[in-house]
């Protein structure tokens, strides 16, 4: 296999990032080169403008583009997880933020989870943090506890978004379904929140860091509940959800620590992106970690000590080198 150092060990050879290498044959007169090569344009798809997925996404595209010299990156807002494996697994997008339950369900290839084939396209460049599943409801509707949803008015996120997908998850290992809901709404973050003020709807489940700005925004306009997620009904769903606390003081008039549940984000690409061009975007993510976080505090959970953890895909082969060269593996 020929390998990014095994490239530089040509002689004569130069590596433009995201290009293919120029090989030059000598002095000045007689130099042979490559004509230059088209910008390689790369849509980064995010998820609504309310949630993180958006802000990490135009930080990267930022980063992209101060670094890997002949790309032309752009930032797609979009329903979130599933429609961006999907628009990806088509051609439509060359790097997409995903949580870890809908990528799972893409290589599966579950109909039910919206995927109608394997998705066997898609191929990881790198685990990111990991978001709350935050049940957030107003004081007023008497909701503490997931189960107390029966009868309310809930926002389970955008149709066919990973948002949604996970509600569907945690009403099933709940015993539960949308029927019984006294009312629901498939809306993104910003759109909930403008009905939650309006006593329109009782709660919302929201899948993203802490600190998200619409449900800071609601906790600054009247009382808030964050709502609990019994670790019963997170051991039943299992991996990729684990039990997790969103401490205290998170949000205005949270007093408390509050079980909850915790889901792994990812960045993946397409199996047929240049391999130097994946490597050079990887490098580039971990190299602007201090970047990505002045876009949103939850980057911070970007470490390169657990870039591989639980990688449900296998990786695109340009990451792989860049992790060989820092000693890291992954058994697929």
Do not use: C
Request: charged share 20%.
């Amino acid at each position: 296999m020929v390998t990014r150092r095994s490239l530089l060990a040509l002689p004569g050879a130069a590596l433009v990032p995201g290009t293919a290498f120029v090989a030059t044959a000598g002095g000045a007169s007689g130099a042979l080169a490559k004509p230059p090569q088209p910008h390689r344009f790369i849509n980064i798809l995010t998820a609504g403008t309310g949630g993180i997925f958006y802000p990490l996404g135009g930080a990267l595209s930022t980063i992209i583009a101060a670094r890997i010299a002949g790309t032309r990156p752009s930032v797609q807002s979009t329903r979130g997880s599933v429609e961006n494996l999907n628009l990806m697994h088509q051609g439509r997008g060359e790097v997409a933020f995903v949580q870890g339950d809908a990528l799972a369900f893409a290589w599966a290839g579950n109909k039910e989870a919206g995927f109608t084939s394997k998705l066997d396209k898609v191929r990881g460049i790198a685990a990111l943090y990991s978001s709350f599943i935050q049940v957030i409801a107003t004081k007023e509707s008497g909701i503490n506890t997931f189960t107390q949803l029966k009868g309310k008015r809930l926002s389970v996120g955008a149709k066919r978004s990973g948002t949604e997908l996970t509600t569907r998850t945690l009403f099933k290992a709940a015993g539960m379904t949308y029927q019984d809901l006294g009312e629901i709404a498939y809306l993104p973050f910003d759109e909930t929140v403008d009905l939650m003020k309006n006593r329109e709807l009782d709660a919302t489940l929201q899948t993203a860091g802490l600190g998200v700005p619409v449900i800071r925004e609601l906790a600054n306009s009247f009382s808030i509940v964050v709502v609990e997620i019994p670790p019963a009904i997170v051991d039943k769903v299992g991996r990729p959800y684990v039990r997790a606390v969103i401490p205290k003081g998170s949000y205005r008039g949270q007093d408390d620590d509050v079980q909850a549940a915790g889901l792994p984000n990812y960045l993946v690409t397409r199996a047929d992106m240049p391999d130097e061009l994946v490597y050079d975007i990887t490098k580039a993510l971990f190299d602007s970690t201090a970047e990505l976080t002045a876009a949103h505090p939850a980057a911070a959970g970007i470490q390169l000590e657990q870039a591989l953890g639980g990688m449900p895909v296998p990786l695109h082969p340009g990451a792989r080198l860049f992790y060989k060269e820092k000693g890291m593996t992954q058994d697929r």
